[in-house]
């Protein structure tokens, strides 16, 4: 197999204001800054990236697909994440040993237990 994965795309009504977040969020760089595609990654040569294109709709429903992250500290990266606008989010997860957030246009994403924690143990979301 011959193929690279070069980026996840993510519908957005406002490309610009969540290319900006998630940047924030993750630590990461913008690449690309057009009129209708934005990109950010880990660097600028390294991928995948995040690209962001407008769509006029909102989000509706939960998420076909979602990004799991695993922080050092999962405590401290929810409160991280709740200050710089995330909202926690009820997909049925119940007693789960992860945290699922959204971004600030609904997307949601989970954040795992701490890098210590066996990752076996972890269900799929």
């Given at each position: 197999m011959?193929?690279?994965?070069?980026q996840v795309v993510v519908d957005a009504q406002d490309p610009v204001a969540l290319v900006r977040w998630w940047a924030e969020a993750l630590g990461w760089v913008v690449v690309a800054d057009a009129a209708d595609e934005f990109e950010i990654r880990p660097t600028p040569d390294r991928v995948p990236g995040l690209l962001f294109v407008p769509v006029p709709e909102e989000k509706s429903g939960k998420n076909r697909l979602h990004s799991d992250f695993r922080p050092v500290d999962q405590t401290a990266e929810v409160e991280r994440l709740l200050s710089l606008g995330a909202r926690r989010a009820d997909v049925g997860q119940r007693d789960a040993s992860w945290v699922v957030l959204a971004d600030p246009e609904g997307n949601e994403f989970c954040i795992l237990g701490g890098r210590g924690?066996?990752?076996?143990?972890?269900?799929?979301?």
């Open positions: 011959d193929l690279i994965w070069e924690a066996a990752r076996f143990l972890e269900p799929v979301t």
